[in-house]
């Protein structure tokens, strides 16, 4: 009896570490701390996006860069560690099963602007910058709100795939538990339901939202459902499958996710929450951005820069990667 009491003591001990690492603090940071150290840092920044996007200019897994800003900033707060690629010592955050599905051109992107900047700026731009800055660029390209980036983070030296596991917000999370998790981190119910405008955007694989179609989901939009089945077919769903998350104009940033989500036509539960879930707040603000696109665009550009205040290194905290898949 004494052993399982201390090996449950030991699992909520670890839980609540977990938790404690999360609830990171916000602080701001100066607009122009490369000013002097290496003053192209953004036209960099966007030279590198362009040659990417100029090819195929709606290339939809750009925007993923978007989600990875995201994923990053949730977990140690905004320092790069998603970035990390894991080895047999380090199973890293980017090997966790939530961020699997994540972009690789997105992850491209960002180590094809570290290594223009590493040319022109050695060891003064921090990864965790390159991808505030990209999530910027990316919204802005696909006609969304453009803002002043707050530079100045350092990349962290934790990165731990069962955390990010642990804390990310999964697809079938109830109103309630969305907001508790981004309270966690600093962030308020307006910024949740902000920040997930970005879904008008983003795109999501059929495993996230199979459970919805297949059991015939009622709260579901049918002319939808009836859509995206062809596409992602019972029982043999494919992994590697996405659907836009804004059916209405996935290649633009817009307010239409919104006016979606309020005709019942949002994929993922965690979206269908925000328009018809228990807050009264969440509703509210669906609503307001559905018929107001430009408070949209005023409201999700200062979540943005919140977002990137979330749990920053700075001074002599963590490091600034010569290589952002590694730590030096």
């Not at 690789?104 to 992107?109: E, K, L, P, Y």
């Not at 999530?135 to 707050?150: L, N, S």
């Not at 307006?190 to 199979?210: K, M, Q």
Request: with cysteine; proline share 3%.
């Amino acid at each position: 009896m004494g052993r399982v009491i201390m090996i449950i003591v030991f699992v909520l001990f670890n839980i609540c570490s977990l938790s404690f690492v999360n609830s990171v603090s916000s602080s701001s940071l100066p607009v122009g701390f490369y000013d002097e150290s290496c003053p192209r840092v953004e036209d960099i920044i966007h030279e590198e996006l362009v040659k990417k996007m100029s090819p195929i200019p709606r290339n939809i897994t750009i925007p993923g860069t978007l989600r990875l800003f995201f994923h990053d900033c949730y977990v140690q707060g905004c320092d790069g560690s998603v970035l990390i690629l894991p080895t047999d010592d380090n199973n890293s955050e980017r090997n966790a099963s939530i961020n699997l599905s994540l972009a690789g051109d997105a992850f491209d992107i960002v180590d094809k602007a570290k290594a223009a900047l590493e040319k022109e700026c050695p060891g003064i731009v921090s990864c965790s910058d390159i991808l505030a800055i990209l999530a910027r660029d990316v919204v802005h390209w696909w006609e969304g709100p453009h803002w002043e980036v707050e530079k100045g983070r350092r990349d962290g030296l934790i990165s731990n795939a069962t955390e990010a596991q642990l804390l990310m917000p999964k697809s079938d999370e109830n109103i309630t538990t969305l907001i508790r998790g981004f309270e966690s981190i600093g962030l308020s119910t307006a910024d949740l339901v902000t920040l997930s405008g970005a879904h008008t955007i983003g795109f999501t694989h059929c495993i996230e939202f199979a459970s919805r179609i297949f059991h015939n989901d009622t709260t579901l939009n049918s002319t939808i459902r009836e859509k995206v089945i062809l596409s992602c077919p019972f029982p043999k769903i494919d992994r590697n499958v996405a659907e836009a998350l804004d059916q209405s104009s996935e290649f633009v940033f817009d307010n239409k996710f919104f006016k979606s989500l309020r005709e019942r036509k949002g994929l993922l539960l965690t979206d269908h929450v925000l328009a018809f879930g228990e807050n009264d707040l969440s509703r509210k603000l669906v609503y307001r951005y559905s018929k107001d696109q430009e408070l949209f665009f005023k409201e999700f550009a200062k979540a943005m820069v919140k977002l990137g205040r979330v749990g920053v290194k700075t001074g002599n905290e963590g490091e600034i990667r010569r290589d952002c898949k590694k730590f030096n």
